[in-house]
């Protein structure tokens, strides 16, 4: 099993940046894939950015959602074993609660991986963007 623990969340104005970070422990093989997904309020979750933590791999390794894309970009810390979602240029619209999560299912093009194919979950970190 992976246990994962996001962190970082706060309220921060428009334009602002917040580095989300999710540490993952037990064990995290089998476990290739890793991902943020948000929940903005009254909206169903969905896909923020992918990335294949697994070495090995050739070609594009991340996927970031077009909403986010040149905003966010998502990395992975190997001797800490944290992946890490960094937000800049935040908007109001990027307000949601934000999960990380891990998945023992890879599926290529990346970004054909989706909601159902991540099976570890943390608990979920606040992003607030307003005035």
Request: hydrophobic share 35%.
């Given at each position: 099993?992976?246990?994962?623990?996001?962190?970082?969340?706060a309220?921060v104005?428009p334009?602002g940046?917040?580095r989300l970070?999710c540490?993952a422990s037990?064990?995290?093989?089998?476990?290739?894939?890793?991902?943020w997904?948000r929940?903005?309020?009254?909206?169903?979750r969905?896909?923020v950015?992918?990335m294949?933590?697994a070495?090995g791999?050739?070609?594009?390794?991340?996927y970031?959602a077009?909403?986010?894309?040149g905003r966010f970009?998502?990395?992975q810390?190997?001797g800490k074993?944290?992946?890490y979602?960094?937000?800049?240029?935040?908007?109001?619209e990027?307000?949601?609660?934000y999960y990380?999560?891990?998945s023992?299912?890879l599926?290529?093009?990346?970004?054909?991986?989706?909601l159902?194919?991540?099976v570890s979950w943390?608990?979920?970190?606040?992003?607030?963007?307003?005035?």
């Open positions: 099993q992976v246990q994962l623990v996001e962190s970082g969340g309220s104005q334009g940046s917040l970070s540490a037990g064990s995290t093989f089998g476990h290739p894939i890793m991902g997904f929940r903005p309020p009254g909206r169903e969905e896909a950015a992918f294949i933590t070495g791999v050739s070609g594009d390794i991340t970031v077009a909403s986010v894309k970009t998502i990395s810390d190997t074993n944290t992946n979602l960094q937000m800049n240029n935040l908007r109001p990027d307000t949601a609660m990380c999560a891990a023992p299912h599926k290529v093009p990346i970004a054909s991986m989706t159902g194919d991540f943390g608990q979920g970190t606040q992003v607030t963007v307003s005035s």
